[in-house]
């Protein structure tokens, strides 16, 4: 996702995961985890409805084979970096979406309960603007519990 001008002059637009897995941490320890859950779900549907909007997906629909590799381009290594999406695949009413390295998931133990809160509700946001529909977002496996 290029962007002609960055929001700091020194630092540049990006910061730290370990910056952000703070704000995770004291968010949940602030309201708890299910409200900080719903939090930051809608956080990140805000982020991805922005991303889908500047990225001109709006309304493609999931088979349009660019929503893929731009998506890759502006929240991949070339872009924001919060996470890999490797594939997006609709059966039905179901859209599964495969991401991998998320930033909620970074430098988490093997096991762990951690939700990726934020980056599902970017990929959510995405994917309402994408559809024109609202959906609802739910995090079927972790590669920290085993999954693939």
């Known amino acids: 996702m290029s962007n002609t001008s960055q929001i700091r002059n ?8 370990v910056c952000f897995k703070a704000v995770v941490v004291g968010t949940e320890e ?3 985890e299910k409200a ?14 922005q991303v889908a909007e500047q990225l001109g997906l709006a309304g493609k629909g999931i088979a349009s084979a660019e929503i893929v590799p731009q998506l890759q381009a502006a929240l991949g290594k070339d872009g924001t970096r919060l ?3 490797d594939k ?5 009413e179901t859209i599964s979406v495969y991401c991998r390295e998320t930033i909620c998931s970074a430098g988490e133990p ?4 951690r939700k990726l809160t934020f980056t599902l509700g970017a990929v959510q946001g995405v994917l309402e603007k994408v559809t024109g529909k609202r959906l609802r977002g739910k995090q079927t496996e972790s590669v920290l519990r085993g999954g693939s």
């Open 10 to 17: 020194e630092l540049g637009d990006f910061s730290s995961i």
């Open 30 to 32: 602030a309201l708890g």
């Open 36 to 49: 900080a859950a719903i939090a930051l779900i809608s956080a990140g549907r805000n982020r991805g409805k």
């Open 83 to 85: 996470c890999i999406i």
């Open 88 to 92: 997006i695949v609709e059966s039905g």
């Open 110 to 113: 093997q096991g762990s309960p």
